[in-house]
């Protein structure tokens, strides 16, 4: 096993690991009085297990495209009746993605993106209404977690590229599991739109936010779940820079070079240092803290406020 898959196996089974014994098969949650808040109190899931339940819930594709020569890959989300939402076999492709990535030795860079009119809009509703309820959203959470801190943990430098109408809820989430943010001078923003849905951050995007940004800027794009521009999101570096959309609208041009320019070194240089740099990010407990956000999301999916937001049919973009 080479170091960076123990790394990874080191970190998604320390203290607790995650999704090692059967689902409960009722929904349990714990009330803790003085806070009013419910945390789910139900076992982990096997990672296999909500792989396959995933898979029932179709549309969309992601798609990888890896050039030898360059070093650099693409992941393209590509789901244009439903604005790039995930859906659960939308998921499942990123988490195999993300597999045979950790196993291209040459790989230096890695640029997310979106086929159309933006990055991502967020999880598909209709999934959201199909498998609304606490153990649903646990797995869900349990899932992303996992692919999206593996993602991160990748010994390559990854980019995510916002565009169009932007990266929304979950779309905005995958954006901070990227080492660097892109938007180009045309994009509508980028919005942790959660708590608008009745729920709260379910990808790790809260944790991820406060190391970007300060806990006290992180609790303010989240609570009041309003899209941040690009030139405001420049200002308090929630993105990297801003670039020209180009011909296509997509700033696919620009992106592409401003990543090229910082993947000239050799790739075992280049790996090693974000290699490093994942060690720092993952020593203050990351991985605790993601599975206590997992837990309080729980409850929310599927529950009043999340059901009221869903029959009302929200338009985040308008």
């Known amino acids: 096993m080479t170091l960076l898959r123990r790394f990874i196996a080191v970190q998604l089974t320390s203290r607790t690991p995650i999704m090692s014994r059967p689902l409960s098969t009722t929904t349990m949650f714990h009330h803790n009085k003085e806070l009013g808040v419910e945390r789910y109190d139900g076992q982990e899931v096997d990672l296999v297990e909500i792989k396959e339940w995933l898979s029932q819930y179709e549309g969309g594709s992601v798609a990888l495209e890896t050039n030898e020569a360059t070093g650099v890959a693409e992941i393209i989300l590509c789901h244009p009746k439903k604005k790039n939402a995930l859906s659960g076999i939308m998921m499942v492709q990123l988490g195999d993605i993300i597999e045979k990535l950790e196993k291209w030795s040459n790989g230096k860079g890695i640029l997310v ?19 609304a309820g606490a153990e649903g959203g646990f797995k869900m959470s ?22 169009g109408q932007g990266a929304i809820g979950g779309g905005a989430e995958i954006a901070t599991a990227c080492d660097w943010r892109l938007m180009t001078s045309t994009c509508r923003g980028i919005g942790f739109v959660h708590t608008r849905m009745g729920i709260v951050p379910a990808w790790g995007a809260t944790s991820r936010l406060a190391t970007i940004l300060g806990s006290r800027m992180a ?5 009041s779940s309003r899209i ?3 030139e405001e999101s420049l200002k308090i570096g929630l993105i990297d820079a801003i670039v020209d959309a180009g011909p296509e609208g997509n700033g696919l041009n620009d992106a592409s070079l401003w990543l090229s320019n910082h993947i000239q070194a050799d790739p075992q240089v280049i790996r090693a240092a974000k290699l490093t ?3 720092y990010d993952n020593s203050v ?4 803290v993601l599975e206590e956000e997992r837990r309080l999301f729980a409850p929310l ?15 985040h973009l308008k």
């Open 285 to 288: 407990g990351f991985t605790q």
């Open 142 to 163: 349990c899932y992303m977690h996992n692919i999206l801190s593996r993602l991160k943990a990748l010994p390559m430098v990854s980019m995510a590229l916002i565009h």
């Open 219 to 223: 609790l303010d794009l989240i609570s």
């Open 301 to 315: 999916w599927g529950g009043p406020a999340n059901q009221h937001a869903l029959n009302s049919r929200i338009k």
């Open 277 to 279: 740099l994942t060690h």
């Open 228 to 230: 941040v521009s690009p």
């Open 113 to 131: 993106r979106g086929d159309g009119s933006m990055l991502c809009s967020g999880g598909d509703l209709d999934f959201a209404r199909a498998s």
